[in-house]
């Protein structure tokens, strides 16, 4: 099933920020309600354990019901030729532009647009335990903000005719964005730099536009090619998806489905997804790409403390309560005041907890997860 539909509509707005770790997020929903976007806020959280950037990622979020339709579909917004860029007239994601110049360069705008189709049977829970039945939203958003910023290409193909920058807003009739559609001037975005074919041949070293790059974009055997990309994926570049009939929205932006299969490290960028099926995690190519781009890595608790236990926290600031999401077996859990007395003291071996903080008063606190004598402490903010 394909992740991308078609289609937006208004509806009750309201916003959410998810602050950790490298980057942040500020996300203004519509048509979600509170399980929805919780749902949705944990997936952008995901992210901010990978990337760096000290400008936050702004999306625009909205959910409706569209029978028949896709599952979700993400724009990204855009700019070229900012201080930083390292190409000349090529279009970059405006968050991962934000994120090179530390300065917004899309002040008014949002860095993303992502739809998601109410009409599919969503599973709402943030533990991948999905049921056959249902789709993993989490999955879903993780990849479609994977889509925004960057894992994305502006290539076509009409008939035989093959392009790179020759997108229109109206090829994707009847979807409108928030922002304004550029004039992309047959100039292709910084994804489209690293792809090639089998032999070696770069994609934009073809005539744009010709039936000659519109063969390239169908020959099923196109590649991101990238140091890190190489260094993270044992020296082999990453195995785009190109079919023989080309989907815009699909082929080429994606990894190759049958190269990257479910249960694949980096299954979470292929094309399709099927109910029960549930992926967290950004796989080390995935981030290689992303790297390759132009994001810089951040560099947690997996490299720096790599004796503590991986764990994750969920909303931060929090009002009311706190999600973890912890490592497998016993585990000590420790809620600490700025000061440093304890709150909060006490063991477990779930996998994911809820922790009421309704009743302490604003401020900053330390939330400390101890396994096999080590530990790792993270701040968290109450704000009611």
Known sequence: MKRFF????????????????GCSFNITYSGFDSTQSAAFSYAASIWTYYLNSAVPIKINAMYFTY???PLAITFSNGRKDFTGAAYDSTWYPTSLANAITGVEQNPGEVDMDIYVNGAFSWYFGIDGVTPGSQYDF???????IGHGLGFTS??????????????????????????????????PGVFDKFIENSPGTILLSYQNPSTALGSQLTNNSQYFNG??????????????YAPATFQLGTSILHLNEGSYPVGHAEELMTPFITPGNSHHSVGPMTMGMLEDMGWVK?????????????????PNPASDY??????KGEKEIMLTDISGQLIENYT???LTERVCVNNLPNGFYSVSVRQTDVYKSRKLIITH
Request: proline content about 8%.
């Open 6 to 21: 078609l289609i937006p509509v208004t509806a009750l707005l309201f916003n959410a920020n998810v602050f950790s770790q």
């Open 67 to 69: 029978p028949g339709g």
């Open 138 to 144: 989490v999955s879903v958003i993780l990849h479609e």
């Open 154 to 187: 502006l290539a076509k193909k009409d008939t035989t005719m093959g392009s790179v920058g020759l997108l229109e807003m109206s090829d994707f009739d009847p979807v409108v964005t928030s922002f304004p559609w550029p004039d992309l001037d047959t100039l």
């Open 227 to 240: 140091p890190n990309t190489l260094a993270a994926n044992g020296g082999n570049r990453a195995r785009l």
């Open 298 to 314: 951040y560099i947690g608790i997996n490299e720096q403390e790599k004796s503590a236990p991986v764990w994750n926290m969920w």
């Open 322 to 327: 706190i999600i973890l999401q912890l490592p």
């Open 348 to 350: 477990t071996s779930a």
